[in-house]
């Protein structure tokens, strides 16, 4: 693409501030900004309405497995899927490309020292619990690591560092995810610097595409690996590739399923797992309405109770029908630093948007869904804040409580 054709394709945008600096760059910056003009797809990056908000379809709930129905089952799933871990039909995918702006640490979030006494990683929490159950079915399976522009580097090297935290290398595959420009709030594309948007990681939706984009489709084929669960980094509790989890879904015949765990509240500010419009979805807490959130079974207990843990299993024969389909833009208020007139903001206040593909519009594309209750206290301990709610602080309790040393 060359000035005139950028100049052409941004006005019909009305993003012409891109090349505010042109003159002033040398000819490899001029040419690295239209490369990166080159590949926006404008259309996909625009603002419209209040952030997040959308028209919510016919709610039901889900069909779903309660801790009593998972304990009654536990011995037969849990053998159905230590049979698929060592037929080697398993993965894991760690979402790990997040920026954890509100933990607000330099370094990738997995590398967040839980420690108190000893170092204790977030990614040394979660390998300790993969060890539970390698050991268990006595295999390894395959871990793909998801990673973006802003923490590959750091990750890949305390990798090393940490020897893959014991497990084998060769089984470790990490890949990078795709980013997105960032916009002000009347959907004026950002600048970092004099010759680079500003962009960010576009979000934990992307994560399939990146994967088959990044070429480890391969090893999936190769391996005859026909589920990913699929798992946030920032969870220290994170149960990876649980053999229960895995055979309670193998024997549902859903196409995916969630670890979810029972709200406390109709107010609690969590994703629900439901079905609307007879597809599976997840309808964040903003998004339902309160009336329907407070809805009660007869026995008494919430007709909408269960919250997702982000810990999902996807059937990789739907996961590929998915590619064709494309996931919507969502886009939400943030913190960006930026130039303006040539000169660096670091704003206090979020002054824009960053978009995002989200996992939970995937959920919605593979026809059917399992929610398998975990226990919070055992399962959920996010890590999120460096204080207060789903932090630090919570998240180190609930290590204590489960018997980890700090
Ligand atoms: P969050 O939505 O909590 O985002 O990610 P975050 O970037 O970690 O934190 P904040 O919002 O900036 O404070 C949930 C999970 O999705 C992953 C994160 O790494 C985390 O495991 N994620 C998020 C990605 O892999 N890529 C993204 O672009 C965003």
Redesign the pocket.
């Known amino acids: 693409m060359n000035y005139t054709e950028a100049s052409m394709l941004l006005k019909e945008h009305g993003q012409e501030h891109l090349l505010q600096y042109y003159d002033e760059l040398t000819a490899q910056q001029q040419a690295a900004l239209l490369k990166q003009i080159e590949g926006i797809n404008f259309s996909d990056y625009k603002v419209f309405g209040a952030a997040g908000a959308r028209k919510i379809g016919e709610l039901s709930p889900v069909p779903a497995l309660s801790c009593a129905d998972v304990e009654r089952g536990r011995e037969e799933y849990e053998a159905e899927g230590i049979k698929a871990l060592r037929a080697g039909k398993v993965a894991a995918v760690?979402?790990?490309?997040?920026?954890?702006?509100?933990?607000g640490s330099d370094n990738p979030?997995g590398m967040f020292n839980m420690g108190t006494s000893r170092e204790l990683s977030i990614f040394a929490c979660q390998f300790a619990n993969i060890k539970q159950v390698t050991d268990k079915a006595g295999v390894y399976f395959h871990i793909f690591v998801?990673?973006?522009d802003v923490n590959n580097e750091k990750t890949v090297a305390f990798f090393k560092e940490k020897n893959y935290f014991g497990y084998p290398e060769d089984k470790i595959h990490f890949f990078v995810?795709e980013m997105a420009p960032t916009c002000d709030v009347r959907g004026k594309l950002l600048m970092e610097s004099r010759w680079k948007i500003s962009a960010?990681?576009?979000?934990?939706g992307?994560?399939y595409s990146s994967l088959i984009k990044s070429g480890l489709g391969e090893v999936l084929a190769r391996e005859g690996i026909e589920w990913l669960n699929v798992?946030?980094?920032?969870n220290v509790l994170q149960r990876i590739c649980d053999p229960v989890f895995i055979g309670a879904t193998l024997k549902s015949g859903c196409n995916c399923s969630a670890k979810v765990v029972k709200k406390v509240s109709p107010e609690e500010k969590v994703g629900v797992l439901c079905m609307e419009d007879g597809s599976p979805a997840i309808v964040e807490y903003y998004e339902m309405p309160p009336e329907i959130a407070a809805l009660r079974r007869p026995d008494g207990e919430l007709k909408f109770a269960y919250g997702v843990t982000?810990n999902y299993l996807f059937k990789v024969e739907l996961l590929n029908k998915t590619l064709q389909k494309k996931l919507p833009v969502h886009h939400s208020l943030?913190k960006i630093p930026h130039i303006e007139n040539g000169v660096p903001v670091n704003p206090e206040q979020p002054n824009g948007y960053k978009f995002?593909l989200l996992?939970l519009d995937m959920i919605k594309l593979m026809e059917s869904c399992l929610a398998v209750e975990v226990e919070r206290e055992k399962e959920f301990a996010p890590v999120?804040?460096r204080t207060g709610v789903d932090s630090v602080e919570t998240a180190r309790a609930l290590l204590i409580k489960n018997g980890v040393k700090l």
């Open positions: 760690l979402l790990a490309g997040g920026q954890g702006t509100r933990l979030k998801m990673t973006s995810q960010s990681p576009n979000g934990n992307g994560w798992y946030s980094v920032d982000l943030k995002e996992v999120k804040n």
